[in-house]
């Protein structure tokens, strides 16, 4: 049972242009979102995270959107860059925030 | 510089034998957590540590163990239980409780593979 989904496996966009990554989730209890970015043999690095309290948040090029009625979240990159190719998860936890549960990741190659 | 170091980053064992992964980090985080990661899928919790001397079974627990006997350190064994054994681990480690604001931090991971 997947609770967290990204159906986009793959993205490619052109450098300078906006990167629009997705991810749904099933259960209605999570009210922590994370996204995290993950190179080829490294450990994924924390890049934003949104509270089901808010709608969005904003850090640089770096936002983050949720429609917690829609059970959907989206990660906005703009502009993009080659440095930001790379594999992107979303996660979810509860309340507790003792787990995460993550999504099976979308691969981003921006185009020079 | 704080961080998370795991250990070996490559290894190589035979089946039926066990192999412990190392994981330490000095970031005085309570909370640490072990991951298996499989091509084309997320990140599949293992077990985790809320505090030293105790943890909990995540997701995919069979075939794993684990001990927390320091507050560093917080190694997995795969044992040979484990039916599919061979992918990249990765360990993470976050302040409990809450992971409002403060998000788990990862090691580089290690990728074990059985031949």
């Known amino acids: 049972d997947q609770q967290v989904k990204q159906n986009s496996p793959s993205l490619s966009v052109q450098e300078g242009r906006i990167s629009i990554l997705n991810c749904d989730y099933t259960?209605?209890?999570?009210?922590?979102f994370l996204w995290y970015k993950k190179y080829p043999a490294e450990g994924p690095t924390f890049l934003i995270s949104?509270?089901?309290?808010?709608d969005k948040n904003e850090d640089g090029r770096f936002t983050v959107f949720l429609n917690k009625s829609a059970k959907h979240l989206s990660l906005h990159i703009v502009p993009s860059q080659p440095g930001d190719s790379a594999v992107y998860f979303c996660?979810?936890?509860?309340?507790?925030?003792?787990?995460?549960?993550f999504g099976t990741g979308t691969r981003l190659a921006v185009r020079p | 510089d704080g961080g998370i170091t795991q250990s070996p980053k490559y290894l190589f064992r035979k089946e039926g034998q066990n192999v412990t992964l190392s994981c330490e980090q000095n970031?005085?985080?309570?909370?640490m957590y072990w991951y298996r990661q499989d091509p084309g899928q997320g990140l599949r919790l293992i077990y985790y540590?809320?505090?030293?001397?105790?943890?909990q079974k995540g997701d995919i627990a069979e075939g794993y163990s684990v001990s927390r006997e320091k507050k560093e350190s917080f190694p997995l064994t795969v044992t040979s239980a484990q039916k599919n054994p061979t992918a990249f681990y990765l360990c993470?480690?976050?302040?409990?409780?809450?992971?409002?604001?403060?998000?788990?931090?990862f090691g580089d991971g290690t990728r074990l593979s059985i031949l």
């Open positions: 993470a480690s976050s302040i409990p409780g809450t992971s409002w604001g403060r998000p788990q931090h």
């Open positions: 259960n209605s209890m999570f009210d922590y």
């Open positions: 949104i509270s089901s309290i808010k």
């Open positions: 996660a979810a936890s509860g309340s507790s925030g003792d787990k995460l549960t």
């Open positions: 970031l005085n985080h309570d909370a």
């Open positions: 540590s809320q505090i030293v001397n105790d943890f």
